[in-house]
């Protein structure tokens, strides 16, 4: 029996054309290689932080210190203390925050092309933001654990991420990005 003639057909648009491929979740290398890069940049904004009050509280500045000579071992007492290290947090989130409420991305994370989202997919909020920072501490504290969760939950989040009802994105390439 002869074959049939192939019926001229249209080309699938759909295929024929590239359609950028859908964000993923981040792995955790990749995010902990984009927060050492922040964490460079966080060193420095944190330097700064502590450099302003130990210059309005130091003794030069306080009538009535003793001017002496002799190396002080001691942080002034409003550097040590609950108070302060509240104050270091806060710079924490916001510089955190204002990233991930202005474009989803901190340096590193753009660098590295990873993009914070709300799990709606909308830009998370200030609350999101703090939780997630507060939690991503704990993360660290417990020696990565909360990182490493990632490799074991089904959907690749992190406490942090499950905490703060968030997720980091792997962006895909842009075309940009793929010629070199």
Known sequence: MPAKPKAATQPDTESTTAQPAEPTNAGVIRRLVAMVYDGLLLFAVLFIATLIPALIFSPEHIENSPQTNAVVHELNQPLDGWLFRIYLVLVIILFNGMFWRRQGQTLGMQAWRLKLVSQS???????????????????LACGGLGYFWAWIDKRSLTW?????????????????????
């Open 121 to 139: 997919g909308g830009t998370p909020s200030w609350g999101q933001c703090a939780i997630r920072v507060l939690a991503s501490m704990v993360s």
């Open 160 to 180: 942090h991420d499950r905490l703060s009802n968030t997720q980091v994105l792997q962006l895909p390439k842009t075309e940009k990005n793929k010629k070199r």
